[in-house]
């Protein structure tokens, strides 16, 4: 492949390019992107002309944003597509039964990618976003994979540093630690503020195979958050989903 004098052949660095850009679906200028990515102004403004051209970016005045093309990648990727037609009635049904924000995220290494958002026309803001990241320690979804995941996978994540998002945010090993073993013993996992400000969470893993494949959770103002009334919801959402994932066995 091509490669230019700042080193990496062009794809590369076009994935480079598109790793600038954030879940919140923020836009950037050029000047933002070759700071941002450290390649020369020329290099950044050739991969920007292509990316437009393919539908992976788009225009907006001097601004640039993700572009409608990547979404439609996405939406192909059979295995996250088919865990999302699989889940939708029982995120539908959940968003029904609490008229709260539901989501459907899977593990992507430390990272939780959210697959699926349901909320009402009044919700409260969340840095989360379908195709978006957040750490795992930091969600609900994440917490409640992470129990249930291999013990190489915790100790790594405890072996830390460990994100924090808010001042909430659980960095100490040890009390992530304690967090997940009630989580491994309840089947729920539990947030308050630490993913954002004035909202907490509750989720539950859904499982394939025996393994924690994905997890659903609903998301409340505190002002309003009542684990004990959201946990049954949630977790009869997640075994629906279980169930229908191995054929409705069981």
């Known amino acids: 492949m091509t490669r230019n004098s ?47 051209r393919l539908g992976w970016l788009e225009r907006e005045g001097a601004r640039y944003r993700l572009g409608p093309k990547l979404f439609e990648l996405g939406s192909l990727v059979p295995r996250r597509r088919d865990l999302r037609e699989t889940a939708l009635p029982f995120l ?19 990272e939780v990618v959210y697959l699926e958002r349901i909320h009402g026309h009044e919700a409260v803001w969340l840095p989360s976003r379908i195709g978006g990241r957040l750490p795992l320690t930091c969600t609900g979804l994440g917490k409640a994979m992470l129990a249930f995941s291999d013990a190489e996978l915790t100790e790594r ?13 659980v960095t100490d090993p040890e009390r992530l630690s304690l967090s997940l073993e009630k989580t491994q013993v309840s089947g729920l996992a539990y947030e308050e503020q630490e993913a954002a400000e004035g909202v907490g969470c509750v989720a539950a893993p859904v499982f394939e195979g025996g393994s924690a494949v994905a997890a659903v959770s609903v998301a409340v103002p505190v002002a309003r958050f009542r684990p004990a009334r959201l946990a049954p919801a949630v977790r009869t959402a997640a075994l629906g989903i279980s169930r229908a994932l191995r054929g409705g066995a069981g």
């Open 92 to 110: 539908q049904d959940l968003f029904e039964a609490t008229r709260e924000i539901v989501h459907l995220g899977v593990r992507e290494d430390l």
């Open 6 to 52: 700042s080193g990496g052949n062009m794809l590369e660095k076009s994935a480079f390019l598109l790793d600038v850009f954030t879940p919140d679906g923020g836009a950037y200028r050029l000047t933002e992107l070759v700071a941002a990515t450290g390649l020369s102004k020329p290099t950044v403004h050739r991969l920007i002309a292509d990316l437009v």
């Open 157 to 169: 994540v405890l072996a830390g540093p460990l994100s924090g998002l808010t001042p909430f945010s």
